[in-house]
């Protein structure tokens, strides 16, 4: 369960054990362009595992920010997508995309990430948002 009172009286600290941490902004940043499967999501984040999507993908789900849709089909089809609540932090998610462009580029280097969220994958390292 997540926080949803901070020691610190920081709101920002709710904010944080909600979507923070390496994986969880990027999974969302993507769903931001639409539902995704998970093997999609899997090639959209080279360097993530299949646990730990899956570990990320349902701490997003409990915490109400993503919803993971079945198909009864075969093979079977996982879909996931932003709820409402998830949508709420497309702001906070665009932001960080452009901070970390404009820091990227104040330090000489190209982050790889244009302004529709693709990104260049020929250095991952430089891969953010």
């Not at 020691?7 to 993507?30: N, Q, R, Y």
């Not at 899956?54 to 996982?78: F, H, K």
Request: glycine share 10%; charged share 20%.
């Amino acid at each position: 369960m997540k926080r949803l009172s901070s020691k610190s009286g920081c709101a920002v600290e709710v904010t944080l054990s909600v979507m923070g941490g390496t994986w969880k902004p990027i999974i969302l940043f993507h769903l931001m362009h639409g539902p995704k499967r998970f093997g999609e999501l899997g090639r959209l984040i080279p360097g993530i595992t299949q646990r730990m999507l899956t570990l990320q993908l349902r701490e997003l789900e409990d915490a109400g920010i993503v919803l993971r849709t079945v198909y009864a089909q075969v093979p079977p089809r996982v879909d996931y997508a932003l709820t409402p609540l998830g949508h709420s932090l497309q702001p906070v998610l665009v932001a960080l995309r452009d901070w970390g462009n404009s820091y990227a580029r104040s330090q000489g280097q190209e982050s790889g990430v244009s302004a529709d969220g693709h990104t260049d994958h020929t250095d991952i390292k430089k891969k953010c948002l």
